[in-house]
């Protein structure tokens, strides 16, 4: 296949972040029980053979309670900031305080939905497999927790970003849509458009915004599962601008504070709609039988 994506069942990926290897800044670097805890949910993640039920974690009491402060947190705030889309699926899957969900559970809500599934990863995956995992309708999700210090706070992707952030928008056909768009548009893409392709999802399925009427609702993961970054939008003081995936998309930033721009969408649909125009622009076009594979006409 175009860009080295092997195909969807065989689909695993070159993993940038592992377990016990954090940097200095995050919370539970000095913390060897923490780290010896990643290890063990991680390997789990690669114990997965596909085609098979996702492992079950045992949460412990601790993992819990961060789980709980930061749903209780964020219930308070998604009324009034988060969007529609969001607000109508999130119900669906019936998240409870006391409880942190399995993948295996909300990947079968999914597919009921919309047809996507979840596969668990042990960290980071490179940015080309896991937009090539788009494109199969394939979401790559952690497991384990943030660290307990720090419930407000993770710097990488962590069980409650994923399961908060990004699960219930996956329930919803017209973000779905978007998301898929990004993922075959990095079938046929080349280094340079792979990492223009990972900024376009920065700045919409992590930390985009949507126009709803006269005011602006959050739809990106990083927003919907931040209680900090939330607030931050909702108070109007960083820039809004509008999505161009044609136009060079500035540096992510994540560790050094709440974004300083948000770029909007009108709709779903019109994001998606703009990155399949932007699409049709790259070098490599996609073999007929690619485009089967991911739900194309060909």
Known sequence: MPGGCAGESTLLGQILGFGADL??????????????RRVDICNLAR???????????????QEVEV?????????????????????RCFPMFDFREDEIPQLEDLSQILQRTTGWQIRPVAGLLHPRDFLNG?????????????????????????????LLGHVPMLADPAFCDLVHAIGVASLGADEKQIWHLTKCYWYTVEFGVVREGDSIKAFGAGVLSSFGELQHMAEGRAKLLPFDPFQPQPKMSYKDGYQSQYFVLDSFEDGARKLREYCTTLHT?????????VGLHA
């Open 134 to 162: 788009l494109a199969f309708k394939t979401f790559h999700s952690t497991q384990y927790m943030r660290h307990h210090s720090r419930p407000s706070y993770t710097p990488e992707p962590d069980v409650c970003h994923e």
């Open 67 to 87: 789980w709980g402060a930061v749903l209780r947190e964020l219930q308070g705030l998604y009324p009034a900031h988060a969007c529609r889309e969001f607000l």
């Open 47 to 61: 114990s997965h053979v596909i085609g098979h039920p996702i492992p079950r974690v045992e949460y412990s009491r």
């Open 23 to 36: 940097s200095k800044d995050h919370p539970g670097f000095a913390d060897p029980d923490y780290k010896q």
């Open 285 to 293: 076009a996609l073999p007929d039988d690619v485009k089967r594979a």
